[in-house]
Nanobody
């Protein structure tokens, strides 16, 4: 599975950004995708996730502001993270991930990080 992320950038507080992450390769083995973030000097944290049943999970500080969704295509899967009402504390490197299960063996994959900076 290969992951390609895009959509980061600089935005003012209160603004919005949308991150995208497209998975290709053995997408039939994917059972979940999502986003982590890591701010300077802080531990990496799970921001949002979505599974094959479209069940979603959010980190408490982003609930009500961020929304994760997914589009399935024939050869790819794209996960979006719509980020609204952004705050300076949302500044971090955001990385998408995918989890797979093949023959009972779980595995994880990472895309490249994309910088999100919220600043006036």
């Amino acid at each position: 599975v290969q992951l390609q992320a895009s959509g980061g950038g600089l935005v003012q507080p209160g603004g919005s950004l949308r991150l995208s992450c497209t998975a290709s390769g053995s997408i039939s083995t994917i059972n979940g995708m999502g986003w982590y973030r890591q701010a300077p000097g802080k531990q990496r944290e799970l921001v949002a996730s979505i599974d094959n049943g479209d069940n979603t999970n959010y980190e408490a500080s982003v609930t009500g502001r961020f929304a994760i969704s997914r589009d399935n295509f024939r050869d790819t899967v794209t996960v979006y993270l719509q980020m609204n009402s952004l705050k300076p504390e949302d500044t971090a490197v955001y990385s998408c991930y995918a989890t797979t299960k093949l023959n009972g063996t779980p595995k994880g994959y990472w895309g490249q990080g994309t910088q999100v900076t919220v600043s006036s």
